[in-house]
């Protein structure tokens, strides 16, 4: 299906059906998410998740463009959205070099960028250049100095809140809302034509969206708004820890694994 058609039904859903969203970096997450998500996320947050980066600021661009072009080549279905790394999107001109050679090399649908009023501007740019945009307000990893929920009291609602507007008028297709209280995820999916994807953002938004690894507790970070699925890290850690032993007691190869 082509992008835009994609974006369409996504945009239909807003008020309707929730929109299901995942992050996917490689090959059989994307596969599987591809099964049941409207939109996978090549998130950032792969620098902290998978190369144990401290922040999502290290990533660099090609780190992004070869997960992106992996979950790509192996997600069909729904629309797959890159992060654009910190300091790629500076200005008008880097972000949308940046923003093409992303799209050139990965195949992928959108970007996304995180910030407010502060970026509109870019975003519009890049929109008025056919580049296809979904926002990131409230807690934003890529500049945030701690990583507490936003909205506590009624001046950081109202730059929420003005951050939302702006991103909606800059021509973003959709928005992620990260770490907010309800109120404001409520009020922002109520008054904003376009679809607000949460993250710690309440059931007040038209979809949701949780790092892929968090809930599946295949990472160290355990965040009050993410529900474990599984616990990966235990299975995987059971696993490794029989094959030791059985390769410690000579007990594995077995002729079962053996060529004669
Ligand atoms: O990088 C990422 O995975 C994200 C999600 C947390 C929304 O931006």
Known sequence: MKRENKITNILKKKNKVPIICLTAYSKIVAKIADKYCDIILVGDSLGMVLYGMNSTREVKINTMINHAKTVKKFAKKSLVVVDMPHRTYSNKSSALKNAKKIIKETKCDAVKLEGGKRISKIIKHLVSKNISVMGHIGLLPQTTKNFKF?????IEQKLI??????ISKSGAFAMVIECVVENIAKKITKNIKIPTIGI????YCDGQILVTDDLLGFSDLSPKFVKKYSNLKKIIENSINKYAKDVKLGSFPSIKHSYR
Not at 150 to 154: L, M
Request: charged share 35%; no cysteine; net charge positive.
């Open 150 to 154: 936003k909205g506590k009291n009624y």
């Open 161 to 166: 809140f003005d951050d939302a507007l702006a």
């Open 200 to 203: 710690g953002a309440s059931k």
